[in-house]
């Protein structure tokens, strides 16, 4: 039988080059960071970061956000995927909590909140420099761990109770480097040849 690959040892290259990395998302606090977290869900960062600046001109903080109607905030979302919905979620998160200083910083109280899920919550969780609950999972990294080997799975639910296993919690940025390669390097088309990760990958030498 082989022996388990340890991907703690594995995942260092990937590690040094993105660990700790700022997210793409161009905010400037946390009120900002989670209306663009629930904006971006299907919808590509760089046209979250285009829209941001009139959408926060109209609604500086909770507290406006909390006075406006879901449909006032359409004109602002132009092009973004499930654009309805995310509004409504917006206004009732406004609603809820009611200012700034009320956004729940901890797995729990994220997830507890509407359009808020687990990949949503580890990514407030890691640019607010909280401890990680759990491990950032989205398209890119479901492309790169399946294509790496860490699972067959392509369940982002999983994928990342997956990784918190044979990864310790000091690595579990592991999600989000992932993320990094996925969107610049390990694209749908990868460019194998200038990857940190070809030694370790089941894709690269099955090639
Ligand atoms: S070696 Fe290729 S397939 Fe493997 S992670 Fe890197 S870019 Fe992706």
């Known amino acids: ?26 905010y400037h606090d946390v009120y900002q ?16 970061n285009a829209i941001a600046p009139t959408f926060f001109s109209a609604y500086k903080d909770m507290q406006a956000l ?39 910083l901890d797995m729990e ?9 687990r990949k949503s919550a580890n990514v407030i969780l890691r640019e607010t420099g909280r401890p990680a609950e759990g491990i950032m999972v989205d398209l890119h990294t479901i492309r790169v761990a399946t294509r ?19 990864l310790p919690r000091e690595e579990w940025d592991a999600g989000m480097a992932m993320s990094f390669l ?10 194998c040849e200038v990857c940190v990760m070809r030694n370790e990958c089941a894709y690269y030498k099955k090639k």
């Open 148 to 166: 790496l080997g860490i699972t067959k799975d392509e369940d982002p639910s999983k994928i990342e109770e997956r990784m918190m296993k044979v």
């Open 66 to 104: 909390s006075g406006a109607d879901a449909k006032d905030l359409f004109p602002y979302l132009k092009g973004v995927t499930n654009f309805g919905h995310k509004a409504e979620w917006l206004v009732k998160i406004a609603q809820q909590l009611k200012s700034n200083s009320a956004i729940p």
């Open 182 to 191: 996925g969107r610049e390097i390990c694209r749908p088309k990868p460019l």
């Open 109 to 117: 109280g994220l997830t507890a909140l509407p359009g808020i899920g």
């Open 33 to 48: 960071l989670l209306v663009m977290v629930v904006l971006s869900a299907r919808s590509t960062d760089v046209h979250i």
């Open 1 to 26: 039988m082989a022996a388990k690959k340890d991907w703690a040892a594995a995942m260092r290259p990937l590690l040094r080059k993105y660990k700790g990395q700022k997210h793409p998302l161009e």
